[in-house]
């Protein structure tokens, strides 16, 4: 076993305490790979700000749960040799079952996410108190999930949204102990979140519920998972170099940056990566089909990142500047 604090890492509770009364979102930013994972401590460490680093047990799985430990302990010791003087926690993003929060806190996790919303309200509250009391005992921060979110991330699918129940909250919060809370108000998994015909009909998210799990929650976590904006830029490129991802929509930015108003204090980005690591690659291979060097064609796509990760927090997550007060 290994402490998150022995390889260097944060825990989630400073930020989320600064990031409320600094009205900031903390960015919860997932990678699958090394490249991903460098591009998202060079973004956040040029723009001075805090940052999540979330991992899905698929992608967990795919790297290698030995591998993942030294990856991050590895990008801390990057981050001080580069002078980014950011906190940097390492996330369990959608957990689904006691062991695998558990495997996670052992080797090194800061922080991990329970999500039983598509489970019997006892069950989920069951589970993630469970979980609580293990992680509490370490100095490792819980999030559990109230409401379900539609679309696909990882093992999590459902076809349809069930908005947070702000009746629950309260009750839920205060059984489970967790930390923080993500809540369901329109958000969704996924490249494809809306059906709608163009960017312009998209729905605003139901504020409504926020404000009201804000009342009565008061000066606590409150999570938004499936947070990617999809930037037609790179759907349009995608598309131009043979992909099919039509009517793909995201969370406009301005509705984001609303959200942080009103206490969302994490908000997590993964689809956009996969956009831009897909447009970057087509688009290098399309018009370079003599290169077989993958470091060409992944540098490409982690250096378009970087700037989507710098844009991202300095102009709709406000988290730029932030780490000098955490």
Same mark, same amino acid.
């Given at each position: 076993?290994?402490?998150?604090? #022995?390889?260097?890492?944060?825990? @989630? =509770? $400073?930020?989320? *305490?600064? %990031?409320? /009364? +600094?009205?900031?979102? !903390? ?94 309200? #006892?069950?989920?509250?069951?589970? @993630? =108190? $469970?979980?609580? *009391?293990? %992680?509490? /005992? +370490?100095?490792?921060? !819980? ?100 992909? @099919? ?7 406009? /930015? ?73």
């Amino acid at each position: 076993m290994v402490s998150y604090k #022995e390889l260097g890492l944060s825990s @989630t =509770k $400073k930020m989320f *305490e600064v %990031a409320l /009364e +600094r009205k900031f979102a !903390v960015p919860g930013y997932n990678f699958s790979n090394l490249e991903q994972l460098q591009a998202i401590v060079i973004g956040c460490g040029e723009v001075n700000s805090p940052v999540i680093l979330q991992n899905s047990p698929s992608a967990r799985k795919y790297a290698n749960q030995t591998i993942v430990r030294y990856l991050a302990q590895g990008v801390v010791e990057m981050a001080r040799n580069q002078n980014y003087d950011i906190p940097i926690a390492l996330h369990l993003d959608h957990g689904n079952s006691f062991e695998l929060a558990k495997s996670c806190i052992d080797t090194g996790f800061s922080s991990v996410m329970f999500d039983g919303s598509h489970m019997k309200y #006892e069950e989920n509250i069951e589970i @993630t =108190k $469970k979980i609580v *009391e293990y %992680a509490h /005992e +370490r100095d490792v921060s !819980v999030e559990a999930e109230l409401g379900v979110i539609a679309g696909i991330e990882g093992h999590v699918k459902a076809d349809k949204h069930f908005y947070t129940d702000p009746d629950q909250v309260e009750d839920f919060v205060n059984r489970t102990s967790c930390d923080s809370l993500a809540i369901a108000i329109g958000t969704s998994h996924g490249a494809y979140k809306f059906k709608v015909e163009k960017e312009e009909d998209i729905p605003e998210l139901r504020f409504d519920i926020l404000q009201e799990v804000r009342k009565r929650l008061g000066k606590f976590p409150i999570v938004l998972h499936g947070s990617s904006s999809i930037p037609q830029k790179y759907v349009n490129i995608i598309n131009q170099y043979g992909g @099919t991802v039509a009517k793909a929509f995201g969370i406009p /930015e301005t509705q984001l940056k609303k959200a942080t108003q009103y206490g969302v204090c994490k908000i997590n980005i993964a689809t956009d990566f996969r956009l831009i690591f897909t447009a970057m690659i087509r688009k290098f291979l399309s018009e370079h089909s003599d290169q077989i060097g993958p470091r060409q064609y992944l540098g490409l796509a982690r250096q378009e990142s970087i700037e989507m990760i710098k844009e991202r927090n300095l102009k709709v997550l406000g988290s730029a500047g932030q780490a000098k007060y955490i």
